[in-house]
Nanobody, 119 residues
Framework: QVQLVESGGGLVQAGGSLRLSCTLSGRTFSADVVGWFRQAPGKEREFVAAIYSSGGSTDYADAVEGRSTISRDSAKNRAYLQILSLKPEDTAVYYC????????????WGQGTQVTVSS
């Protein structure tokens, strides 16, 4: 199994930016896909972005498309999510997750990091 620890959250003003980090440990070779999710108060957890180890392709949710970048540094066992032009509706707990290509669901999750965007 892969262990994931997020960092980089905090309080940011609207229009600002932040970069979240996810540190992977354990069976990192099985983390073929690393993703970011978020859960706002009273809402279900939603997909934000994912990056695939094969070719480095990426996927983004419509809500962050064009102002977010997901990246991965395999040598450092880290993944990152940068979000620009933050909006109050980006306020949520952000989670890092990982799975292998053989898995249809995300098998490893971090504890989350709080991001609060003030207007």
């Amino acid at each position: 199994q892969v262990q994931l620890v997020e960092s980089g959250g905090g309080l940011v003003q609207a229009g600002g930016s932040l970069r979240l980090s996810c540190t992977l440990s354990g069976r990192t070779f099985s983390a073929d896909v690393v993703g970011w999710f978020r859960q706002a108060p009273g809402k279900e957890r939603e997909f934000v972005a994912a990056i695939y180890s094969s070719g480095g392709s990426t996927d983004y949710a419509d809500a962050v498309e064009g102002r977010s970048t997901i990246s991965r540094d395999s040598a450092k066992n880290r993944a990152y999510l940068q979000i620009l032009s933050l909006k109050p509706e980006d306020t949520a707990v952000y989670y890092c997750a990982a799975r292998s290509f053989r898995e249809s669901t995300w098998s490893s999750w971090g504890q989350g990091t709080q991001v609060t965007v003030s207007s």
